[in-house]
């Protein structure tokens, strides 16, 4: 899939593909919703806001409030790239989030998915 692909789909499209992720492995909607908040500055409401005004993927990360700068120490693989090695960065962003939903599906605790 091309990148404006991706960044033209509706964020109320991949979140629930996110949460069912981390329920399949016996983690929650609200632990999702945390690992957004921290990576974009979103609060909770805002994320319920970008699924009813269908606001696409890219934009949603485009404007995010307050990207977390400690999300440049997330490293590892996903989709087959490593995440820190993706040049443009709407899908190193994008990429991250996916990264840290992976931990979390994992088992990881929440401390280390945060880079605390």
Known sequence: ?????VYAMSFA??????VSKAE????????????ICWLTGYGREDIQSAMERQVPYGDFFKNA????????????????????????????????????VDELARGKAMEKILRR
Request: hydrophobic fraction near 30%; glycine fraction near 6%.
């Open 1 to 5: 899939m091309k990148y404006e692909q």
């Open 65 to 100: 409030p307050e990207l977390n700068p400690n999300r440049e120490l997330i490293r590892g693989v996903i989709c087959g790239v490593r995440v820190e090695e993706i040049a443009e960065s709407p899908m190193r962003e994008i990429r991250y989030l996916d990264k840290l």
């Open 13 to 18: 499209r991949v979140y629930p593909l996110l």
């Open 24 to 35: 399949k492995k016996g983690r929650t909607r609200q632990e999702v919703d945390e690992i």
